[in-house]
């Protein structure tokens, strides 16, 4: 099946759902930790942690977009769902950083015996958010590297062929 098969509802039923699964995890994620007190270690921490595990669906949201952008040939959406990857990316980089501190802020707090657990809990953390670091920023690069190729298959409405290092 070609994107020129499906009903424009298809596309935007597919779309929809890819916003679906960036924005349901965000409103349970801020529904759970309200208020908000972004200066307060402790709820940084919190918060931090429990992003950790609300990062997978999001991601897969991402990844169906930038899949139907591909398969329906529009470089425009492409590129804008790529950028949102980098966005995504720099923003999960600043977290990194900001639970790592955390982390060494309560640790320090708790008692002896529960301090390598949080060391435990956050190096798992840290994973999450780094693997997904990881995704998105490779696949921002390759659909931004597609885009112009995409672009030129859907203006001549020929196949996409890609050269053998990955561009166009």
Same mark, same amino acid.
């Given at each position: ?7 424009? %509802?298809?596309?935007?039923? $597919? /779309?929809? &759902? ?16 309200? *208020? ?6 402790? %709820?940084?921490?919190?918060? $931090?942690?429990?992003?950790?595990? /609300?990062?997978?669906? *999001? ?10 952008? /591909? %398969? ?8 804008? +769902?790529?950028?949102?990857? &980098? ?10 950083? +900001? ?9 320090? $707090? ?18 999450? /958010? ?5 995704? &998105? ?10 885009? *112009? ?20």
């Amino acid at each position: 099946m070609h994107s020129s098969d499906a009903a424009p %509802w298809t596309i935007r039923g $597919l /779309y929809l &759902l890819a916003l679906v699964l960036v924005a349901s995890p965000a409103s349970d994620l801020f529904s759970t930790v309200w *208020p908000l007190l972004p200066g307060d270690p402790a %709820w940084r921490y919190g918060f $931090l942690g429990l992003s950790a595990g /609300y990062v997978l669906t *999001p991601l897969l949201g991402v990844v169906l977009a930038a899949t139907v952008a /591909y %398969w329906n040939r529009d470089a425009t959406a492409l590129r804008v +769902v790529a950028i949102v990857m &980098l966005a995504g990316a720099a923003v999960l980089l600043v977290a990194m950083t +900001v639970f790592a501190l955390d982390v060494v802020q309560m640790r320090a $707090l708790r008692a002896e015996e529960v301090r390598e657990g949080i060391v435990v809990g956050a190096v798992l953390q840290e994973l999450k /958010y780094g693997a997904a670091v990881l995704v &998105l920023a490779s696949l921002a690069i390759g659909a931004l590297r597609s885009a *112009p190729g995409l672009a030129r298959a859907a203006r001549n409405g020929s196949r996409i062929v890609s050269s053998p290092r990955g561009g166009p």
